[in-house]
């Protein structure tokens, strides 16, 4: 069984077509990933997706064999008051503490963390408005997280082509979420 924890991103939020994981599926070989468990919430940052995980993963952990794929990050980055959200530091711990619960999980065979896409300042109606250091420090966060854990997707380069891959600089429209399920459909059957 597949599981998906994460943020509006691989929710599809504001897309309206299929968002990444339900695309990620069928580009999957074995049997053993054909079903879909989606927990996603928008505005959660990573360093709040311990409970989350926790019980994605027990209410899955029936399937004989589970693949646990963690995508959040974007909201982390974002700033609050100024500051982001969630700093860096706070940031690289709870990757690392999310990798080694999930890599000391007996009921997941596989695990991986999906890379932040860039976050992008559009200056068009309807962007989420970004200051002028985005996209480097959400950039700075995918390298953390490449850092902290132990499989890592990266999905944010090139950044230029996420100007036609995204619907407000945050979320992806259909190009963006099939981009994503096909980088990690790449990442999950290398090496089978």
Known sequence: ????????????????????????????????????????????????????????????????????????????????????????????????????????????DRHAFVGPVPLLRLDEPGSVPFDGAQPDRSLAYDELLAERVATHVPVARSVSAWRERTLDGVHPNAEGHQWIAERVAAALTEGE
């Open 1 to 108: 069984m597949l599981v998906v924890v994460g943020d509006s991103v691989p929710l599809g939020h504001r897309c309206g077509a299929l968002p990444w994981p339900h695309r990620l599926v069928p580009l999957l070989p074995g049997p053993g990933d054909r079903r879909l468990s989606l927990h996603a919430r928008t505005g959660v940052a990573l360093a709040d997706l311990g409970d989350t995980l926790a019980d994605a993963v027990a209410r899955a952990a029936t399937a004989d064999r589970l693949t646990v794929l963690v995508h959040a990050g974007h909201n982390d980055a974002q700033l609050r008051d100024g500051t982001p959200r969630v700093g860096k530091p706070a940031f690289g711990r709870a990757a690392g503490d999310l990798d080694r619960t999930l890599a000391a999980a007996p009921a997941v």
